[in-house]
């Protein structure tokens, strides 16, 4: 049974405004709040790498697969091994691993990025498109010094107090929430709220500098 979060154990900000950001972000629109749940099922020490076969060719994976590097030439696309799998248009590469039940988390360090969107697509999701543009990816992004969630186009700011060198996702499948956390207090920052319907994976967009993930950890207690 699905159990509220009270708002002691959120971060939450008050605006719902709408604003433009870079490339990918050509339609924004409001979304209206909405009451957020998180499941009372058990987390899982969810571990995953980066798929290499996902990748854009403007993404180098470093640290056993584990990080993302956006290299503003990248390689030419006709040297890149043809995968169905790639991403052709967007900088994206997703983790090698699906979720299909449960309850997850892991953790980014995002201090040497200045634009980069972070969170999770259906497995299938079109290679064509960029996270976070469509109903099958929910992201939380960071453009413009401004963080947002996203989802089929759709923005909301999210309001943070300058920009952490690390942030969690949590994942509830079940419950249908995608959770940007605070790791330092910690909280959750914004909540997304979807119907999972189909195996998801983590997924990633970068733009500049560089992202290194962290999987096989531990939920925070303050988020139980």
């Keep these: 049974m699905a159990m509220a979060i009270s708002a002691s154990r ?3 900000q008050a605006e719902r405004t709408v604003f433009s950001l ?25 571990q ?8 854009h060719s403007s993404l180098d994976l470093f640290k056993k697969d584990t990080g993302i590097i956006y290299r503003m030439m990248g390689l030419d696309p006709t040297q890149v091994q043809d995968n169905p799998k790639r991403f052709r248009e967007w900088a994206v590469v997703f983790g090698d691993s699906k979720i299909s ?28 498109e960029c996270v976070g543009t469509n109903s099958s990816s929910w992201v939380f992004g960071y453009a413009q010094r401004k963080w947002f969630a996203m989802t089929n186009s759709k923005v909301v ?3 943070l107090v300058g920009k952490p060198d690390r942030v969690g996702i949590l994942l509830d499948f079940e419950a249908g929430v995608l959770g940007l956390v605070n790791v330092e207090r910690p909280c959750i920052i914004h909540a997304l709220r979807a119907q999972f319907k189909a195996p998801l994976c983590p997924a990633f967009g970068l733009w500049d500098g560089e992202l290194l993930t962290h999987s096989g950890l531990e939920e925070p207690e303050g988020l139980k």
């Design 10 to 12: 959120f971060c939450l």
């Design 101 to 128: 039940s449960g309850r997850h988390y892991w953790e980014i360090t995002v201090k040497k990025s200045q634009e980069f969107r972070l969170g999770v697509a259906e497995a299938q999701m079109s290679r064509d």
């Design 22 to 46: 870079s490339p990918g972000l050509r339609r924004s629109v409001s979304l209206p709040a909405r009451a957020r749940f998180i499941s009372t099922s058990t987390a899982s020490n969810f």
């Design 157 to 159: 700011p999210v309001t």
């Design 48 to 55: 995953f790498r980066l798929d290499e076969h996902t990748a």
